[in-house]
Every structure is written in C-alpha cells, then in structure tokens.
C-alpha cells in the first residue's frame, strides 16, 4: 500500500508540474508515477521494508499493464489522452461540451484517433507478456526491462496521433516521446543486468486481497470522481 500510494502522488504532483492549469485541475502523469516507483524501490524498499529493490518495480510491471488499460475507459469517456484530427473512417467525434477534447483542445465534431483505444490495446499485449514471464520464474530485472521498453516504444507512437495542446513539444518531438525514449533505453539496459533473483511464485493471501480492494477503491476515486460545481485544484478530472 505504501508504494501504491507512493505512485499516486507521484502521478499527481508530476502532471500537476508539467500540465496542471485551471482547465485541468486533476491530471495524473504515467511518467510521475515510474519516477515514484524508483525512487520509492531504491530509497525505501531495502531499508525501511526489508524488500528486495528489484520486487516493486517488478510488480509495479506486472500490474501497470492492466491497471493503465483498464484506467484508459476513464479517459476515453472523458476525453483525455485524446488523439488529433484524423481521417472519418478511423476517427471517433466527441460533442460534449464538458470533455477536454471540446474545451481545451476545440476539437469538437472533428474526427480525432482513438489513442486510448491505442493504448489499451499496447498494455493488453504487453500485460499478457510480462505475466507469462513472470509466470515463468523470470528474473526481476529482465521484467522490469521489457516494461520500460516495451512502454516506452508503446507510447512513442502513441504520442505521435495524440492532440493535447498542454503537451509541450521539444526538437520537433513531444515532451512525452523524449521520455518514452529514454524509459526504452533505460528498460533494455536493464534487461543486461546480470541475473537478478526470479520472480516469486504468487500465492493466496488475505492482506493482499484486501490491500488490492483498497488501492483499486483509492485509485477508482482518484481517477474517476469529479466534483463539477468546485473549482479548486483537484476538485475535477476534466
């Protein structure tokens, strides 16, 4: 629960220093949270929580796939992580004048990528892949590697369909493609790493049954409830 909650703020602080502004009270950044998640594996697993600094971001690997794709119908209803203008015959229109896409963006009634249909799509994939090694007994490193790379590739291309105009751009490159970047090729330098202790095989357990409840509860608020009528910071995902 501790590194959970660690990733939530990471998120939130992240997203809040690269695009956070009035119109966007409440944005949550994938790339906070792999920075809270690092430091909380190297500065805290080992010494406060007598865990091995490889398990948490391994597991972190494991479940982000399926929490990430699952967090993606949230964003697609609400019109966040959306996609530029496209072609009709691949694109999906939003109308509501509440959603990011109309108010921020002004792509109201135009055809845009569904790039959270895109991503949902790269963290099924990727989801199955680390499972199965993990499954296997691979090393902890080798499956936190191909999460970091195989992510990072993912959302390369992504970035290049997505419109958010918050987005800041660097070199002809998204602030998002530059950090995608170097999560690959931090990812396969990690997969060099010599052979770290293989992953645990998981057993049934009632505290992590009941922890998992919880930090999918937190999550579901966090990501999911606005409060339309407040404009404080926060107070609304949109």
């Known amino acids: 629960m501790s590194a959970f909650l660690f990733m939530l703020a990471g998120a939130a602080l992240w997203a809040q220093a690269v695009e956070g502004s009035l119109p966007v009270s409440r944005p949550f950044g994938f790339f906070g949270a792999i920075g809270a998640i690092v430091l909380f594996a190297v500065a805290l697993a080992p010494t406060v929580f007598n865990v091995s600094p490889w398990l948490v971001p391994a597991a972190f690997a494991v479940v982000a796939p399926w929490a990430q794709a699952a967090a993606r119908l949230r964003c697609f209803a609400n019109g966040c992580c959306h996609g530029a203008q496209c072609a009709p015959s691949c694109g999906v229109v939003y109308r509501n004048p509440h959603t990011r896409v109309v108010r921020i963006a002004r792509l109201g009634g135009m055809p845009i990528h569904p790039t959270q ?40 291309v992504e970035e290049a369909w997505r419109g958010e105009p918050q987005t800041p751009s660097y070199a002809g490159l998204r602030l998002y493609q530059w950090l995608s970047a170097a999560a690959f090729a931090a ?18 357990c009632g505290a992590a049954i009941w922890t998992g409840v919880v930090a999918g509860a937190l999550t579901w608020f966090a990501l999911s409830v606005d409060f339309p009528r407040s404009r404080k910071r926060f107070s609304r995902l949109a």
């Open 117 to 156: 249909l895109y991503s949902m799509t790269g963290n099924f994939l990727i989801g199955i892949l680390l499972a199965r090694l993990w499954a296997g007994g691979a090393s902890l490193s080798l499956i936190t590697g191909l999460y970091l790379a195989l992510t990072g590739l993912a959302r390369f």
């Open 187 to 204: 990812g396969a330098a990690l997969t060099a790493v010599p052979e770290t202790a293989a992953a645990p095989c998981p057993e049934p």
